[in-house]
């Protein structure tokens, strides 16, 4: 009798090792190197910069620039 679902079937792997493709796993690994990640850069000393080196009105617009990013990306990505 067959399953009547994929996930049923023992023939599918949906585990990542061992890798039935691994060039597709390298070519996913290589397209990740073209985006920069939060990995690479220093976040640490934005907040003192943000309280220390810039005026009222200018830590004022950064926040209203990164509060408007943050919802339109938010609802950009409810309407996917």
């Known amino acids: 009798m067959q399953p009547t679902h994929k996930i049923l079937n023992p023939e ?5 090792r061992p890798m039935q493709y691994p060039e597709f ?8 190197k073209n985006i920069w990640t939060t990995d690479e850069l220093d ?3 934005d ?8 005026t009222p009105q200018e830590s004022h617009l950064i926040k209203r620039l990164v509060a408007f990013f943050a919802t339109a990306d938010n609802i950009v990505a409810h309407n996917l």
């Open 43 to 45: 976040f640490s000393i």
């Open 25 to 32: 796993f390298q070519l996913y690994k290589d397209s990740i």
């Open 47 to 54: 907040l003192e910069h943000l309280r220390d080196r810039v």
């Open 12 to 16: 599918l792997n949906l585990t990542l």
